[in-house]
């Protein structure tokens, strides 16, 4: 099942480990991975530091490109059928196709703070050290707007409606819309907001992120589209991450110490899981049924610990020097970000009468997603049609959720029957 691929890096080994769920499928050597794994429908992409990318198919079962962009690289991104590299040294933008056969260099005016894919409608990209932001499409035409202040670290919504960015020198959280560059909120802030590990779900009929502090010891939990500050937590510990997924109750923050710290996603209390005394845990990734939970650990003993997210249990290690950042197939492809949210409206709101494989008061979502059209299914939801089923009252976010968590597991479900490599 291509969705519960996981890319493990083991920064010490110089190694990339390919998973599905426990089992190693693949490993290839490559040093100094930095900025983010990317995954297409085929495959994925992986970044280093020192400016070079590496493509992996995942249905040929093979490193099959290597390519360097650049001497200092910020992070990659995919729009399109295009890549495109943040270099630092120099400061510019490298396209290449899927292949990773380069395109086009584009020189920038200063330092990017990192880069993300719009799907067909291109990039968008901020700086360090200007304020502004570039908007380019595949073809490498890159234009510049002005915003308040230079934006250190962002995130685009998953809905694509509007960038979050924060300033360490301004010491606030700013909100623009994304397609007119428009400011629609700011706030002061303790710290820079580290924006790029931030974690995403939805409870209660509204959308949430929650973000650590960059060398602070909060974590602020905030209201997304109603731009409300909710709570700001005091962990006690320095971590980077907040990460959770549709099928798990808690976030989970790594604090910098043996332990995670798990907030429940309805009702915000804080619990502690303690991974292994005397080590050092930094970064969680889960698989995409909701099964397994990686944890890296260093200390005596380091390795890809693997627990149980709903149990907590723990089930198992994978060995390695150094073990960094993880990331699963179907939980960081960015087009599935609305679907993830998706997920929990479903369960939150439709799952009573709607059950995800058996027919209960009504038809199920795999038997909706295949027997009927989008615009169908979208009439439905917002109430146009009638029926015998009780009328849910849904906003048009929660209904843009619902519909690509539809598509996604209409789109999907072809993939999975073409992953023979691995069975």
């Known amino acids: 099942d291509i969705r519960n691929v996981t890319v493990l890096i083991d920064k010490g080994g110089g ?23 990317k995954f297409s429908e085929r495959g994925f992409y992986v970044p280093t530091r020192d400016g070079w990318v590496a493509y992996y198919d995942l249905w040929e079962g093979r490193l099959k490109a290597k390519v360097r962009a650049c001497i200092y690289l910020r992070n990659i ?24 056969r380069p395109l086009a260099k584009v020189e920038l005016k200063g330092n990017p703070s990192a880069i993300y894919g719009l799907g067909e409608d291109g990039f968008v990209l901020a700086f360090r050290d200007i304020p502004l932001v570039g908007r380019m499409d595949v073809d490498g035409t890159l234009s510049y707007f002005e915003v308040d202040t230079p934006l250190e670290d962002f ?54 992120f929650a973000t650590r502090h960059a060398g602070s010891t909060k974590v602020s939990l905030w209201k997304m589209y109603e731009w409300e500050l909710l709570r700001e937590i ?21 604090n910098g110490d043996d332990s995670f710290l798990l907030l429940d996603k309805k009702t915000l209390n804080l619990s502690k899981l303690k991974i292994a005394e005397d080590h050092r845990v930094t970064h969680v990734e889960f698989s995409a049924d909701g099964r397994l939970a990686y944890v890296s650990v260093k200390g005596k003993i380091n390795g890809f610990y693997l627990y149980d997210p709903l149990t907590l249990r723990y089930k198992g290690m994978i060995r390695a020097e150094d073990p960094a950042g993880k990331y699963n197939y179907l939980l960081k492809r960015e087009r599935f970000s609305p679907a993830l949210l998706g997920e929990e409206v479903f369960m939150a709101k439709c799952w009573g009468c709607h059950h995800s494989t058996r027919e209960a008061f009504g038809p199920s979502l795999e038997w909706i997603v295949t027997n009927r059209s989008r615009d169908y299914i979208e009439s439905k939801l917002k109430g146009l049609l009638g029926g015998s089923m009780p009328k849910i009252p849904l906003s048009f976010r929660e209904i843009r959720a619902l519909i690509s968590f539809m598509e996604a597991i209409k789109h999907e479900e072809r993939f999975v029957e073409r992953g023979e490599k691995y069975q």
């Open 77 to 100: 991104a995919l729009a399109g059928d295009r890549l495109a590299t943040s270099c630092v040294l120099p400061s510019s933008i490298v396209l290449f196709d899927r292949e990773l």
């Open 234 to 254: 005091d962990t006690g510990g320095t971590g980077f991450f907040v990460r959770t997924s549709p099928q798990i109750p808690h976030l989970w923050i790594d």
């Open 155 to 208: 995130f685009i919504d998953p809905f694509r409606e509007f960038i979050i960015g924060s300033s360490r020198k301004e010491k606030k959280l700013i909100v623009y819309e994304l397609r007119t560059l428009r400011k629609v909120f700011e706030k002061d802030i303790d710290g820079l907001a580290h924006l790029f590990s931030a974690g995403f779900w939805y409870s209660g009929g509204s959308f949430y």
């Open 15 to 37: 190694r990339v480990l390919v998973l599905e769920e426990n089992r190693v499928l693949d490993t290839f050597p490559l040093r100094n991975v930095h900025g983010g794994v």
